[in-house]
């Protein structure tokens, strides 16, 4: 597995990267002192994971997090043991307190590699094809930070986008966080087979689609799985019946 280690701290960096050389499976293909350095990184290099440091001067590692577009699996590394709980409430796949116990990152590890095995074996069943580089597809992970509360979530956890100024109210579960990003941006990003623009204002996870109907002037209402009801404008209607085999 290719992994990325971000930390402000040479000797940090130099001593992790040291202890994943003696770990089977994991090659490090880069470091990174920074977010801005990381996100360049992330998107050059494509890591599977990201060993991540919290504490970073002028952004944070959540910072980090906020600011792309899929996040690969995270392993927190910090000195301060106070945000311990709030990487576990972001779901953070570990935790490692510095200075890092080498039995501890073998632990880390070896849940990652399951995690991956897990994956993997999903993905042969469902026969999914490989995706295009450039779109996000059900499968990946994005980071979603509103205010002191963090998610990672899977987008195909995600019912519906809602624009709502310059922000997007993105829908998963009992939970409407807003993250500052334009929906037209996103709509680029989303892998159309699995996502669709309904409209200027909404694009909706088709998988989550449980009911459709005629609505005024030649329009559509989409009713989702936990009962959020949307509108698909006249002008989307015909393409989202094509895609819908209706």
């Known amino acids: 597995m290719r992994a990325l280690v971000i930390d402000d701290e040479r000797l940090a960096r130099k001593e992790l990267i040291n202890l994943l050389s003696t770990q089977q499976g994991i090659e490090v293909v880069g470091e990174a002192v920074n977010v801005e350095d990381a996100k360049e990184k992330i998107e050059a290099l494509r890591p599977d994971v990201i060993f991540l440091d919290i504490q970073m001067p002028e952004k944070t590692g959540f910072d980090l997090l906020a600011e792309l577009d899929a ?127 309904a409209s200027r204002k909404h694009i909706i996870n088709l998988g989550w689609v449980e009911g459709i109907e005629p609505w005024f002037n030649g329009g559509l209402v989409v009713t989702l799985k936990g009962g959020d009801r949307i509108e698909v404008s006249r002008r989307q209607a015909a393409r989202f019946k094509d895609m819908m085999s209706l």
């Open 71 to 197: 996040v690969p699996d995270v392993i927190f590394t910090t000195a301060y043991d106070e945000f311990a709980l709030k990487a576990f409430e972001v779901n953070a796949l570990d935790y490692l307190l510095k200075p890092i116990e080498p039995s501890r990152l073998s632990e880390a590890i070896l849940k990652l590699q399951s995690r991956a095995k897990l994956e993997a074996e999903e993905k042969a069943e469902e026969k999914i094809s490989a995706p295009d580089d450039k779109k996000l597809t059900l499968e990946d992970q994005v980071f979603v930070k509103d205010g002191d509360r963090c998610w990672f979530v899977r987008l195909q956890e995600v019912r519906l986008f809602e624009s709502d100024g310059n922000y997007i109210k993105v829908y998963f579960g009992n939970n409407k966080p807003m993250i500052h990003k334009s929906l037209n941006a996103l709509d680029e990003r989303l892998d159309e087979k699995a996502f669709f623009r």
